[in-house]
T-cell receptor
């Protein structure tokens, strides 16, 4: 069974600080997605990475897929209160790339204080 | 455009009762999914459907059944609810005739279910 472990599970920081969230596995994934979820709502896709070593930037958010496609990171520069939420990584299992089946990490709850 | 709607928003249910969670999408997406979200466990796939008329099992299918009679609707049924099925349930869909793990999944607002 493929698993994705996210760390840290909880993070509380001040506005303007930088942070990194990690998503790790002992298994190879065909692709990796990051979602953000706000209270009372469903997750919303932020980014998809598919190539080992790939880096994508979305304004102040930087996403990286590990060279071996076993891990990923999300870095936020100068965090804002609007970044507060639950961040979820989700991987496409090798062998399931021709389905939409995803394996989700347990999530990282981020609180950015003004 | 409503996207994905789920009903009910929340429900308290006695153990042993039958319950159907409704999910409807108006985006004409081929693939649909049901997840449950539990604290500390993230989202886990219950069942999925790549296209109308077909369904498949996810990670945690036991105690749940689904049907996909048409493109828009994907109901999830708990035949005899148990307390361990207390969770928040999310329905999602993706637009692909050949679903892939790189597809964007669009999620509904969720149903909070409590089984006593």
């Amino acid at each position: 069974t493929q698993l994705l472990e996210q760390s840290p599970q909880f993070l509380s920081i001040q506005e303007g600080e930088n942070l990194t969230v990690y998503c790790n596995s002992s298994s190879v994934f065909s692709s990796l997605q990051w979602y953000r979820q706000e209270p009372g709502e469903g997750p919303v896709l932020l980014v998809t990475v598919v190539t080992g070593g790939e880096v994508k930037k979305l304004k102040r958010l930087t996403f990286q897929f590990g060279d071996a496609r076993k891990d990923s990171s999300l870095h936020i520069t100068a965090a804002q209160p609007g970044d507060t939420g639950l961040y979820l990584c989700a991987g496409g299992a090798v062998g399931s790339s021709n389905t939409g089946k995803l394996i989700f990490g347990q999530g990282t709850t981020l609180q950015v204080k003004p | 455009i409503a996207g994905i709607t789920q009903a009910p928003t929340s429900q308290i249910l006695a153990a042993g009762r039958r319950m159907t969670l409704r999910c409807t999408q108006d985006m004409r997406h081929n693939a649909m999914y049901w997840y449950r979200q539990d604290l500390g466990l993230g989202l886990r796939l219950i069942h999925y459907s790549n296209t109308a008329g077909t369904t498949g099992k996810g990670e945690v299918p036991d105690g749940y059944s689904v049907s996909r009679a048409n493109t828009d609707d994907f109901p999830l049924t708990l035949a005899s609810a148990v307390p361990s099925q207390t969770s928040v349930y999310f329905c999602a869909s993706s637009d692909s005739s050949h679903p892939r793990s790189t597809d964007t999944q669009y999620f509904g607002p969720g149903t909070r279910l409590t089984v006593l």
